[in-house]
C-alpha cells in the first residue's frame, strides 16, 4: 500500500481548484494545510501538493522525461467514470486520446484521461468486472 505521494506544483491555487473536487469525487478528505501546500487522505494514504519555489520553475514538468508518467485512480463503476468525464468537460478541462475514448488504454480498459493544470496525466479507471 502506498503511504503518501507528494508533488510539487507550479501554482498551488490551481492545483487545489483541480484536484480539490476530483478527489472529493473519489472519496477522498482534506488532510493537511500549510501556506505552500495542501494534501487529501483516503483511508491510510494521502496526496501532498507543493508549491515549487520559484528558482525550480525554469523546466516544466512533462510525462515523457524520466519521472512520473501519470496517476491512475480507481473508479467505483464505470458510471462513475462517466460522470466525471461529463463534469470535467463542463470545467473546459479537455479529454485525452478523445478518438478512443473511453477505451484509449484497450477493448477491456474503460478510463478517462485527462491532464491537471501541470499537465501530470490523470486516468480514472472502472473496474474490470464493471466493464
Same mark, same amino acid.
Given at each position: 500500500m502506498l503511504h503518501h505521494l507528494e508533488i510539487y506544483v507550479s501554482n498551488l491555487a490551481k492545483t487545489k481548484e483541480f484536484w480539490g473536487w476530483f478527489l472529493k469525487e473519489l472519496g477522498y478528505e482534506p488532510y493537511q494545510k500549510w501556506d505552500l501546500g495542501i494534501s487529501w487522505k483516503q483511508k491510510d494514504t494521502y496526496l501532498v501538493f507543493v508549491q515549487v519555489e520559484e528558482r525550480f520553475m525554469d523546466i516544466p514538468y512533462h510525462r515523457s522525461r524520466v519521472g512520473l508518467n501519470h496517476l491512475a485512480f480507481h473508479a467505483e463503476s464505470k458510471e462513475?467514470?462517466?460522470?466525471?468525464?461529463?463534469?470535467?468537460?463542463?470545467?473546459?478541462? !479537455?479529454?485525452?486520446?478523445?478518438?478512443?475514448? !473511453?477505451?484509449?488504454?484497450?477493448?477491456?480498459h474503460y478510463a478517462v484521461f485527462f491532464e491537471d493544470p501541470d499537465r501530470i496525466k490523470v486516468e480514472l479507471v472502472a473496474p474490470k468486472t464493471d466493464i
Open positions: 462513475q467514470v462517466d460522470r466525471m468525464t461529463d463534469q470535467l468537460k463542463e470545467k473546459g478541462i !479537455p479529454i485525452l486520446y478523445q478518438d478512443r475514448h !473511453p477505451f484509449a488504454g484497450g477493448d477491456s
